[in-house]
């Protein structure tokens, strides 16, 4: 078993509907750590870079406008297989096909607003 730091992003919906101590505690009682972590309202120069990967796809620009609209939290996750715990706790990007229990199924109000990312 490894030891991994992941990075996690609480994304505007979320931040706007006050659920960020309640997606935190999903981190938590998943032993995952928060050891970082930092409120912040992103450029759209900086949600464009971030995005970068999904420059030719058509939610692209509503993707960038929809990431600075709010505040976001910017947080390193650590523990045990954080990347792939980290990815179990999210569930699917479109909250509609993420398994119960699940932050996006739980919190996502739609594809692109889904309340968290994780890389
Ligand atoms: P995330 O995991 O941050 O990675 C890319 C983001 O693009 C994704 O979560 C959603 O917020 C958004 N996204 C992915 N697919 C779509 C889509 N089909 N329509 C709108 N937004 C999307």
Request: glycine fraction near 8%; hydrophobic fraction near 35%.
């Amino acid at each position: 078993m490894a030891t991994e730091r992941t990075l996690s992003i609480i994304k505007p919906d979320a931040t706007r509907r006050n659920l960020t101590g309640a997606i935190n505690e999903r981190f938590e009682i998943r032993g995952l750590k928060i050891v970082a972590q930092k409120r912040i309202h992103l450029t759209l120069g900086q949600a464009q870079k971030f995005y970068q990967i999904h420059k030719e796809r058509a939610f692209y620009d509503d993707l960038c406008k929809y990431m600075t609209s709010g505040p976001v939290v910017v947080q390193v996750l650590e523990g045990e297989q954080a990347i792939t715990e980290n990815r179990s706790i999210m569930g699917a990007t479109n909250p509609a096909n993420a398994d119960e229990g699940t932050i996006r199924k739980d919190f996502g109000e739609s594809v692109e607003a889904n309340s968290v990312h994780g890389s």
